[in-house]
């Protein structure tokens, strides 16, 4: 019996993995991003690092058998499963000002920085605090010269994506709310948790 919940459109999550436990992010309907931030549950000083992992695993686009390092350069988690293989972490966290800023919207629109921060606030994390998020099925293309494209996810209906837990963490979520991220369009993101020894997706 494996715990899954669902991550509505343009929303996010918040909860503790303990070490050892394995988070299977999915995407359920295809092209859907995922946000994800890292913290060290005890001690919210020590968090997911885009640097500290593009250097240590001496790769830009890390799957299965990378691991995602912290600030302090320890290993959070080992990515165990990637059926897609496609993911991102150059690009901070969408927010109101990508919007304003990239694409000249204005007024309100919903973020995966302010659906990390709204979901971190009860456990004491503020804004300012979050890092650059793994982008879990993000697809970001980049030439030669350094140029980036945010192109739509190459995941398909049901691919999902396998973290192993290698301590307690505090974990963020989202269903990103980004226009060119997901393909014009906004779905739910699916992830369960299960003990260590079953593995397995495991899903319905
Ligand atoms: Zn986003």
Redo the contacts with the bound molecule.
């Keep these: 019996m494996h715990d899954t919940h669902t991550i509505a459109p343009q929303t996010g999550s918040a909860f503790h993995l303990k070490k050892g436990e394995i988070l299977t992010v999915t995407d359920p309907l295809g092209q859907q ?1 995922s ?1 994800m931030v890292l913290f060290n549950q005890h001690d919210f000083g020590e968090k997911l690092s885009s640097g500290k992992s593009l250097d240590f695993e001496e790769c830009l686009l890390l799957t299965t058998g990378n691991y995602l390092w912290s600030n302090r350069s320890r290993k959070m988690m080992k990515i165990i499963a990637d059926t897609n293989g496609r993911n991102d972490f150059l690009l901070a ?2 927010s109101k000002e ?1 919007f304003e800023i990239m694409y000249g919207y204005e007024g309100e629109h919903p ?3 302010n ?1 990390l921060t709204t979901n971190l606030a009860p456990f004491g994390i503020a804004q300012d605090d979050i890092p650059t ?1 793994f ?1 879990i099925f993000m697809n970001v293309q980049f030439d030669l010269q350094g140029k980036i494209s945010v192109l739509p996810p190459t995941s398909k209906a049901g691919d999902y994506v396998q973290f192993e837990a290698l301590t307690d963490l505090l974990v963020g979520l ?1 269903a ?3 226009e060119d ?2 393909g014009g369009s906004f779905k739910p993101i699916r992830y369960s948790i299960t003990p260590a020894d079953t593995g397995g997706a495991g899903y319905d």
């Design positions: 991003v946000d966290p969408c990508t973020s995966c920085l659906n998020a982008n989202t990103c709310s980004a991220s997901n």
